[in-house]
């Protein structure tokens, strides 16, 4: 079972907002401000978009941004596109330095 | 541009071995970790291992460990990964990825290498 706890879905409507959270599930994760999201469209290579609970890489749209609130971190889709549609995985460096994966939450846009 | 390059698909037999190759360029070799991670057919992904160029030191999951071997040629540049005692629970598409320096993540992903287990 995954330290990082996402919904395995969430929808919207174009141009809409939505938010996909990712919950630490255990201690060894949820102390750090080490979250990053990461976006894959079907049958594609994963691409960071958020990094640092907060920072984007040059190059991703500033309609994606993320937060952290206690042992939650969240990403924003503001201004849903259709070509958002794909499945965005959380991850957490561990106490340990090891990596976790959220299980991965699938967008729907409607 | 930074470029993660990886070895072919490969099908192997229960109990075999793979080594996957992820060749890099663009960017000071020895002064990003790489990472590997891994994608069941239909799953998420995982983590498995870590590795420093050059240097060679690294770790794993734990549920990698004593399976996973992580080597690097600072001459061509390229890491390699070498998962033994396969099972079909080991069929997945393999990831190299370079680790964002002072980001604590990934920021460059290779293609990805599909492997299949099956007798």
């Known amino acids: 079972q995954s330290a990082l706890t996402q919904p395995p879905s969430v929808s919207g409507s174009p141009g809409q907002s939505v938010t996909i959270s990712c919950t630490a599930t255990?201690?060894?994760?949820?102390?750090?401000?080490?979250f990053s999201w990461y976006q894959q469209p079907p049958h594609t290579t994963p691409k960071l978009l958020i990094y640092?609970?907060?920072q984007r890489p040059s190059g991703v749209p500033d309609r994606f941004s993320g937060s952290k609130s206690g042992n939650t971190a969240s990403l924003t889709i503001s201004g849903l596109q259709a070509e958002d549609e794909a499945d965005y995985y959380c991850?957490?460096?561990?106490?340990?330095?090891?990596?976790?994966f959220g299980g991965g939450t699938k967008l729907t846009v409607l | 541009q930074v470029q993660l390059v990886q070895s072919g698909a490969e099908m192997k037999k229960p109990g075999a071995s793979v080594k996957i190759s992820c060749k890099t360029s663009?960017?000071?070799?020895?002064?990003?970790?790489i990472h590997w991670v891994r994608q069941a057919p239909g799953q998420g992904l995982e983590w498995m291992a870590i590795?420093?160029?050059?240097?060679?030191?690294?770790r794993s999951a734990r549920s990698f460990q004593g399976r996973v071997t992580m080597t690097s040629d600072t001459s061509t540049r390229t890491v390699y990964m070498e998962l033994s005692s396969l099972t079909s629970e080991d069929t997945a598409v393999y990831y190299c990825?370079?680790?964002?320096?002072?980001?604590?993540?990934?920021?460059?992903w290779g293609q990805g290498t599909m492997i299949i287990v099956s007798s």
């Open positions: 991850t957490s460096v561990t106490n340990s330095a090891t990596w976790v």
């Open positions: 590795i420093h160029p050059g240097r060679d030191s690294g």
């Open positions: 663009g960017y000071d070799f020895t002064n990003n970790w």
């Open positions: 990825a370079r680790d964002l320096a002072g980001g604590w993540t990934f920021d460059v």
């Open positions: 640092e609970v907060t």
């Open positions: 255990t201690s060894d994760v949820g102390a750090f401000n080490h």
